[in-house]
């Protein structure tokens, strides 16, 4: 089984910075790609950043220059450094994994979600 869990959100005023993280565990054999999502009351749930084996981390437009994705590959960890927080950014946070799994022996490509934490953008 894999797990993903998340941490980090909370209440913070306009203006200031927060850090998700999201540590996966379990039966990994690799990570293919890890992001972040985010889900606003009555709409959907939309990509934020995405960052993969290879390749620069991508944005949504909405918070490219004050967001920042990373990950520590020894500890299956990805990071979301949150900075210039707007009102519009609250919502719940979740995190996302492309995984590559082992079990019985196989390797399978499967997908997992975090729990969500919720960011709160309030004065």
């Known amino acids: 089984q894999v797990q993903l869990v998340e941490s980090g959100g909370g209440l913070v005023q306009p203006g200031g910075s927060l850090r998700l993280s999201c540590a996966a565990s379990?039966?990994?054999?690799?990570?293919?790609?890890m992001s972040w999502y985010r889900q606003a009351p009555g709409k959907q749930r939309d990509l934020v950043a995405t960052i993969t084996s290879g390749g620069p981390p991508n944005y949504a437009d909405s918070v490219k220059g004050r967001f920042a994705i990373s990950r520590d590959n020894a500890k299956g960890t990805v990071y979301l450094q949150m900075n210039s927080l707007k009102p519009e950014d609250t919502a719940v946070y979740y995190c996302?994994?492309?995984?590559?799994?082992?079990?019985?022996?196989?390797?399978?490509?499967?997908?997992?979600w975090g729990q969500g934490t919720q960011v709160t953008v309030s004065s």
């Open positions: 379990g039966s990994i054999f690799s990570i293919n790609a």
């Open positions: 996302h994994a492309d995984l590559i799994v082992v079990g019985l022996g196989q390797q399978r490509r499967r997908d997992y």
